[in-house]
């Protein structure tokens, strides 16, 4: 599988090999929508929590007579039948909402998307992707001669000037190899990888 290198203008300069496995599998929908959906479980915090009728404050007098009044019987406002009452099967706030996902199910998705992105053309190499200085306007002026806006930049290593410059941009995102989540490669129109990028991908998941 050859991927095209672009310079820093977006010309097409050079190609890089890379794994077929990773960059030439075929789409999987079904287990890349179960990546996906596992990946957004697992960071819920679950801190979500409702009150059954023992714990909402409501007076326990029962509210109007037994019989008589047409109405049907009522014990107590707490009732979950009653607006205001306590619910049936309340959340609790330590609702485990993880999903298990094995590695090589994890691997094989990873892959997938990959894969589609390469296809699809939406994944850009580059040999390096850093800025002199921690300025946003650097950052934008690099995007703008590659002809891209909302973008996520996979580095090999962590460039903290790069850091610095991009976290203003609500639609550039900058990770190392070690972050790069599904989530984000699915969100995002285009990826930007460099070089080592790449060669760490492969380290990592070939």
Not at 1 to 12: F, R, S
């Given at each position: ?12 300069a050079s190609v890089v090999t890379a794994s077929d496995s ?185």
């Open positions: 599988m050859e991927l095209t290198l672009v310079d820093d203008k977006g010309v097409a990773l960059f030439g599998r075929d789409y999987n929908e079904a287990l890349v929508h179960q990546l996906v959906v596992a990946y957004q479980a697992n960071a819920r915090s679950g801190n979500r929590a409702q009150k059954d009728r023992e714990q909402v404050k409501h007076s326990t007098k029962k509210p109007f007579r037994q019989k008589g009044t047409g109405r049907a019987r009522a014990g107590m406002t707490s009732s979950p039948l009653w607006r205001g009452g306590g619910r049936i099967f309340p959340n609790s706030p330590d609702e485990n909402f993880s999903q298990k996902i094995n590695r090589k199910m994890y691997r094989a998705g990873y892959a997938a998307i990959l894969s589609q992105l390469a296809r699809e053309k939406r994944l850009v190499v580059v040999d390096s992707f850093s800025v002199d200085a921690p300025k946003t306007r650097l950052v934008i002026a690099k995007l703008k001669a590659l002809g891209l806006s909302s973008v996520l930049i996979v580095t090999d290593s962590v460039d903290e000037n790069l850091m610095l410059a991009s976290r203003n941009l609500i639609d550039v995102m900058v990770v190392d190899v070690q972050r790069a989540d599904p989530v984000s490669l699915v969100r995002f129109p285009t990826v930007v990888m460099t070089r080592g990028a790449v060669a760490k991908i492969e380290e990592l998941l070939v």
